[in-house]
């Protein structure tokens, strides 16, 4: 199955769905979005790798090509990498491809930065594994590896893109357009992930509130119970 252009979904979703579906649903069904010194942080980050000067620059067998704009219309996204860096092969490596106004072969690797260091949970790798199938897509070659980037640590980590995460990326592609076909939010759950959550004080409130509200309906059932009770 191919979707429409008018049917992608960001790519960036796929990180939000593999973190927390709820976020998912609320940033991209219900539209909201609020700021934290995480995602500003983060923010920052991303402009300065995206607003870099060249956006294309040569490093001896190193191509860089920042802010590339990437699709799959099998996925069903589209988004923009951070970095893809093309490093020269042999012209006999199946994983080179040609590049418009340069010699020779060349092996793509995508690189997502994040602002904070190595996380427990895999989102960020499901996002930078949703790039390589995009490049896979749109180059027609095998990106079988990528890299993330984390500015508190200031180290790259390689990434293996094997068929286990390629797996979690399908199912993510297939939450969250569940997710935005359905119309649906599901219901909040308070976890350790809350804590560095954005979206917390439009999230979890809800739920408090409605267990309020729940009680306090309760309460009132009970009263005017006992009270009519107490009447007869």
């Known amino acids: 199955?191919?979707?429409?252009?008018?049917?992608?979904?960001?790519?960036?979703?796929?990180?939000?769905?593999?973190?927390?579906?709820?976020?998912?649903?609320?940033?991209?069904?219900?539209?909201?979005w609020a700021d934290n010194r995480h995602t500003v942080a983060g923010?920052?980050?991303?402009?300065?790798?995206?607003?870099?000067?060249?956006?294309?620059?040569?490093?001896?067998?190193l191509l860089i090509v920042r802010g590339l704009p990437l699709r799959s219309?099998?996925?069903?996204?589209?988004?923009?990498?951070?970095?893809v860096e093309f490093l020269r092969v042999g012209g006999d490596d199946p994983l080179g491809v040609t590049v418009p106004g340069l010699r020779g072969r060349w092996r793509p690797v995508p690189v997502e930065y994040k602002r904070g260091k190595p996380k427990h949970h895999r989102a960020d790798e499901i996002q930078l594994c949703a790039q390589a199938i995009c490049l896979e897509e749109m180059l027609e070659v095998e990106v079988p590896e990528g890299a993330l980037y984390y500015g508190k640590v200031r180290r790259r980590r390689l990434v293996r893109l094997g068929a286990d995460l390629r797996s979690l990326v399908e199912d993510a592609a297939a939450g969250l357009r569940e997710l935005v076909r359905g119309g649906r939010t599901p219901?909040?759950?308070?976890?350790?992930?809350?804590?560095?959550?954005?979206?917390?004080?439009?999230?979890?409130?809800?739920?408090?509130?409605?267990?309020?509200?729940?009680s306090r309906y309760l309460e009132r059932c009970v009263s005017k119970a006992m009270a009519e009770g107490g009447e007869n």
């Open 187 to 214: 219901p909040a759950e308070a976890g350790p992930r809350c804590r560095g959550c954005s979206l917390v004080e439009l999230c979890l409130p809800r739920r408090r509130r409605s267990r309020r509200e729940a």
């Open 43 to 61: 923010t920052v980050v991303h402009r300065r790798v995206h607003e870099a000067s060249p956006r294309r620059e040569r490093r001896g067998d």
């Open 1 to 32: 199955m191919t979707f429409r252009e008018d049917e992608l979904l960001p790519l960036s979703g796929l990180q939000h769905y593999a973190y927390c579906p709820r976020q998912a649903a609320l940033i991209h069904v219900e539209r909201q």
């Open 73 to 83: 219309l099998r996925l069903g996204v589209a988004g923009v990498a951070d970095v």
